[in-house]
């Protein structure tokens, strides 16, 4: 799914989300060969619901920080806005959720 998400990134016409998401991507592999990834971890392109106040928006994982622990995130929102993230607050999206959610915003 990851190959196919990042596939469709770099044929996309957005070039700033294709660049965000392809600097995340390489971050996340550098920062994967220094650490183990523990199960659980999000990975980069990860869709995820984030819950806030009013209920919860899907988001992508654009970085993942291993300087605390446990690690941190970095998530994009449908418009382009950015904010971090715990683990605690994204829940990994099914496909059918991701599916649904793109008919709804289309």
Known sequence: MLDELLGAIRRSD????RRTL???QAEAE????IHEIPEGVLEVGAACWY??????VL????????E???????????GGAQCGASREELRRA??????DYEMVEA
Do not use: I
């Open 51 to 56: 819950a806030q106040k009013g209920g919860a």
């Open 14 to 17: 957005d070039a700033p989300l």
């Open 59 to 66: 988001v992508t994982v654009v970085g993942v920080s291993y």
């Open 30 to 33: 550098a920062q994967a060969a």
């Open 68 to 78: 605390s622990e446990p690690p941190s995130y970095a998530v994009q929102m449908a």
């Open 94 to 99: 099914t496909e059918a959720e991701e599916e």
């Open 22 to 24: 392809l600097r995340a």
